[in-house]
């Protein structure tokens, strides 16, 4: 019976059912096919409009996992925890090339352009370009007034940083002493009174006379930090080795007969291509930078041209897919940050305008032929590529606290203003940023590109002699009046279409998420180092222990395993031990002070995170409501009477 019933179903492998008449001396089975009472019967499933299956947005995988990662960050509601998801992959930070403010190679300016895509505009928008007869009174308003000023910083001022002390130098720390190689910082210290000195005549004038800039909100040597992904640049050495060993291994696999489905046309594995070896990748770009002075207004400015102008989406960007180690610049790892000089919760969060100091020291560390550096053509490119890093190292994070973020493109325009000065030589730039997505690995492809219009380069005086000032030229003045009189304007769209209604953590209702997250974002964002050091591999473990295994690692013999052995082997695996992959999730439990445990009992020493092990943990996006913790009652209690 059970041989016919196998029969049976080998004819008709349809989800059949078959009834079996005990009383029918016969052998042979029919099968019947009934329907299942359940749910409505069929329609008819003819359709007029053709219907086709839906088109894939991405063409692999691992971009998928991409645009799922992006519409993951657009969702999340408040500012302070796209910051933290941001870092929360890498437990001791993101592997960042470090650009400085004060640190600009003299041939930087391409791969800057490159790594913020920006398009560089000769000359000014027409706004500056102008004549205006209002500026032409304050000119000659405030021209007695600067040159006063510089005839008194000039003559009559001395400061403590250039009186000789007591102290010896090079033997005590408090010395005062300025060698030949440290003079140009010695004489940045003078340009930054200058131009504050020169500012606050400036704006004594005007505040009276502009509603803006009695609102507005001044810092001095604020922290400037902006942090991104930059694509399409090459893989480097370390990267083509774990290709190509990744490759080797492939083809081994593939020559033994491995299968896997989903992997090939065949079944058998899948091998990288030479073209997949050399593909390039984002790289993480970490921007630190102090401006001398910067304006913050409640409203942003107004854009200087639309965002689907043919110059912002037709320009041209040079592409320099180079290592930046090309050009000196150094990488370490650290947690990104983005902060415009400024708290989320601060009212004043666009930015005005700004004074960028012009030294620059990679002049003092480079060695070149006489005159190579100090050439006019060197001096503004140099300059042009430190308003260009300034602009954009000030803008994003900018952006980012309107809830936008590196890997959520901003929507609508955001402009500034910058003066880049030493007090006697002054040059304007006008930025606008139009994109802050730049994870693409085709930037030829990128549909929108930042834009900077670069002034040209105007002296305010020669120098200082005979108690006079020579060549005084009050009119280089001009362009920096129009940029402090540009008025902000309020938008008719919102300026935060990817956050809540609170915004911001501090706004958040729960108290408990609230006040643990703004710890620990306070905390990502100072960049302590941690306290377990990260762990790294030594050139002779790595040698003996992972290129080269042999009798080296036999002599070891059974002691503990290291960090790159254990992560392949234990069950813990690589978020345990590799640093790379270690999250910044908590880990343990939270301790709780013994002077907040409610009990005598759970005092004791060592029972610190017994009683904590039920206390919410964070987590991203924050819940509505977090779990409200009580402590257990382990005590005895008598059974109630009834």
């Known amino acids: 019976m059970a041989l016919t019933a196998c029969s049976v179903l080998r004819k008709h492998p349809n989800k059949l059912k078959i009834f079996i008449d005990l009383s ?18 069929k329609v008819n499933e003819h359709s007029e409009v053709p219907l086709y299956p839906p088109i894939p ?52 300016k391409e791969f800057l352009q490159f790594a913020t895509q920006t398009h560089v505009v000769d000359g000014l928008p027409d706004y500056y370009n102008a004549e205006d007869e209002r500026i032409n009174k304050l000119v000659e308003e405030l021209a007695p007034l600067v040159e006063q000023t510089i005839l008194n910083h000039s003559l009559y001022s001395e400061s403590g940083f250039e009186v000789p002390n007591d102290q010896l130098p090079m033997r005590d720390g408090a010395a005062i002493h300025w060698p030949e190689e440290k003079q140009f910082l010695v004489k940045q210290k003078k340009s930054k009174a200058l131009v504050r000195s020169i500012h606050q005549i400036i704006m ?16 001095f040597d604020a922290r400037n930090d902006a942090f991104w992904f930059r694509g399409g640049i090459g893989p480097d ?27 090939h046309s ?25 401006n001398v002075i910067q304006l913050r207004s409640g409203d942003p400015l107004p854009p200087f041209i639309e965002r689907d102008s043919p110059l912002v989406t037709q320009s041209k960007v040079p592409i320099s897919s180079h290592d930046p180690r090309t050009w000196g610049y150094k990488a370490q790892c650290q947690h990104g940050t983005n902060v415009p000089g400024c708290w989320p919760d601060a009212d004043h969060q666009h930015g005005l305008m700004f004074y960028c100091d012009r030294t620059n020291q990679w002049d003092y560390q480079a060695v070149a032929s006489e005159g190579a550096l100090s050439s006019p053509e060197a001096i503004k490119d140099q300059n042009t590529a430190k308003a260009l890093l300034s602009c954009f190292g000030w803008l994003l994070p900018q952006a980012c606290h309107l809830g936008f973020s590196p890997m959520t493109d901003i929507t609508f325009p955001l402009a500034t203003q910058a003066t880049v000065t030493d007090g006697q030589t002054w040059s304007y730039y006008a930025y606008q940023l139009n994109t802050t997505d730049l994870t693409t690995n085709k930037p030829e492809e990128h549909s929108h590109n930042n834009v900077m219009w670069a002034g040209v380069e ?18 280089t003045l001009a362009p920096l009046l129009k940029m402090y009189l540009l008025e902000p304007q309020t938008r008719k769209y919102s300026l935060t279409p990817y956050l809540s209604e609170a915004k911001t953590v501090s706004n958040f209702h729960d108290a408990y998420q609230r006040q643990y997250l703004l710890e620990r974002i306070r905390h990502m964002y100072s960049n302590r ?39 392949k082997i234990s069950h813990l695996g690589k978020e345990h031990w590799h640093p790379e992959f270690e999250t910044y999730d908590e880990k343990n439990h939270r301790y709780i002070p013994k002077a907040k445990r409610p009990e005598d009992f759970m005092r004791k020493k060592g029972l610190g995170r017994r009683y904590s092990k039920w206390q919410p943990k964070l987590s991203i996006p924050l819940e509505e409501k977090a779990v409200v913790y009580k402590l257990p009652n382990v005590s005895y209690q008598p059974p109630e009477e009834f």
Request: aromatic fraction near 10%.
């Open 57 to 108: 947005q991405s063409k692999n995988q691992k971009e998928s996992n991409l645009a799922k990662t992006k519409n993951m960050m657009a969702k999340l509601g408040t500012v302070e925890e796209k910051q933290y998801q941001i870092n929360r992959p890498k437990y001791y930070g993101w592997y960042s090339y470090m650009l400085d403010q004060k640190w600009i190679p003299c041939d930087a």
């Open 529 to 567: 180092p941690r306290h377990l050091a990260k762990p790294e591999m030594f050139l002779w473990e790595k040698m003996n222990l992972v290129d080269h295994p042999g009798t080296s690692a036999l002599k070891m013999g059974s002691r503990r395993r290291r960090w790159f052995q254990m992560y």
């Open 237 to 263: 050495k370390s990267m083509l080795s774990k290709k190509e060993g990744v490759q080797t291994k492939q083809k081994e696999l593939r020559e033994k007969g491995f299968k896997i489905s989903g992997i």
């Open 266 to 290: 065949d079944g058998k594995i899948g091998v990288m291509t030479d073209e997949e070896v050399m593909e390039p990748f984002e790289r993480s770009i970490q921007y630190k930078g102090k």
């Open 24 to 41: 029918n001396s016969s052998k042979q089975l029919a099968p019947f096919v009934l329907r299942n009472l359940h749910g409505p019967p």
């Open 204 to 219: 004594g004038s005007l505040v009276g006379k502009t509603a803006h800039l009695e609102e507005c909100s001044e810092d």
């Open 458 to 475: 105007q002296t305010l005086f020669k120098s200082v002699e005979n108690g006079k000032v020579v060549n005084f030229t009050p009119s």
